[in-house]
């Protein structure tokens, strides 16, 4: 077990922490606005994708391998982590807890789990022989409504396009759809990079979406300039 930060995800060393280790356990979760929030989805992606890793070290050479590592993640807020794709929330499990302890705290409860022990085993064996026969989770429906959450605040278009638009044969114009797009962030309350939003969103998105709020009408492709493309190819790389 090791205990890293989620910030520190995003650092050149940021994988050795959880070399080696079954669980990172990610304890009262924050993150910096000044943290590579696409740099700790990348890491996050290719851990729990199980892909062919090279790790830097301190002081080291490069560890390569697999790492089998599952994150464990307690929070009082869902986490912002940057991915345009939405896969990265898909592989989320929200077990949501509502109720408080503040103020009528039992510090005997240690002790008294203590001698719970073995039917806690047996108690998480039997889950563990039902996700193996099942082969995944079943998600209560609080669960599914922060896991919808999470996909919008790590990637608002994804959400933009599962809440408001309608996907079929019809068309709408780009700049109702960008128009709509940053409304919709507002409402949810995410900040919309002009540039790169209305780039990503036109381009990835713009041939099969529209809304109840503008009469049908083709839509064109964005003309990019030189300058204009390379910066949306660095965006979406």
């Given at each position: 077990?090791?205990?890293?930060?989620?910030?520190?995800?995003?650092?050149?060393?940021?994988?050795?922490?959880?070399?080696?280790?079954?669980?990172?356990?990610?304890?009262?979760?924050?993150?910096?606005?000044?943290?590579?929030?696409?740099?700790?989805?990348?890491?996050?992606?290719?851990?729990?994708?199980?892909?062919?890793?090279?790790?830097?070290?301190?002081?080291?050479?490069?560890?390569?391998?697999?790492?089998?590592?599952?994150?464990?993640?307690?929070?009082?807020?869902?986490?912002?982590?940057?991915?345009?794709?939405?896969?990265?929330?898909s592989r989320f499990v929200p077990?949501?807890?509502?109720?408080?302890?503040?103020?009528?705290?039992?510090?005997?409860?240690?002790?008294?789990?203590?001698?719970?022990?073995?039917?806690?085993?047996?108690?998480?064996?039997?889950?563990?022989?039902?996700?193996?026969?099942?082969?995944?989770?079943?998600?209560?429906?609080?669960?599914?409504?922060?896991?919808?959450?999470?996909?919008?605040?790590?990637?608002?278009?994804?959400?933009?396009?599962?809440?408001?638009?309608?996907?079929?044969?019809?068309?709408?114009?780009?700049?109702?759809?960008?128009?709509?797009?940053?409304?919709?962030?507002?409402?949810?309350?995410?900040?919309?990079?002009?540039?790169?939003?209305?780039?990503?969103?036109?381009?990835?998105?713009?041939?099969?979406?529209?809304?109840?709020?503008?009469?049908?009408?083709?839509?064109?492709?964005?003309?990019?300039?030189?300058?204009?493309?390379?910066?949306?190819?660095?965006?979406?790389?």
């Amino acid at each position: 077990v090791c205990a890293p930060t989620l910030g520190s995800m995003g650092g050149d060393f940021g994988l050795a922490p959880v070399m080696g280790g079954q669980l990172a356990l990610i304890s009262d979760m924050r993150i910096s606005r000044r943290v590579d929030r696409e740099s700790i989805a990348e890491n996050l992606l290719r851990v729990s994708g199980e892909d062919a890793i090279s790790a830097n070290r301190k002081y080291l050479g490069s560890w390569e391998g697999q790492l089998a590592t599952r994150f464990l993640i307690m929070t009082n807020e869902l986490p912002t982590i940057t991915d345009v794709s939405g896969a990265l929330a898909s592989r989320f499990v929200p077990l949501v807890i509502r109720e408080s302890f503040f103020g009528r705290e039992d510090t005997g409860l240690y002790h008294e789990l203590q001698a719970e022990l073995p039917g806690i085993l047996n108690w998480a064996i039997d889950g563990w022989r039902r996700l193996q026969d099942r082969g995944h989770f079943v998600l209560p429906e609080r669960a599914r409504k922060q896991l919808d959450r999470l996909t919008v605040y790590s990637s608002p278009i994804t959400g933009f396009i599962q809440q408001e638009c309608e996907l079929g044969a019809g068309m709408v114009p780009k700049d109702d759809l960008f128009r709509a797009y940053v409304a919709y962030c507002e409402d949810v309350g995410l900040h919309v990079h002009a540039t790169v939003g209305r780039h990503v969103l036109l381009r990835a998105h713009s041939r099969h979406l529209r809304t109840g709020l503008h009469q049908k009408s083709e839509v064109t492709e964005p003309q990019l300039t030189a300058d204009e493309q390379a910066a949306f190819d660095n965006s979406v790389a």
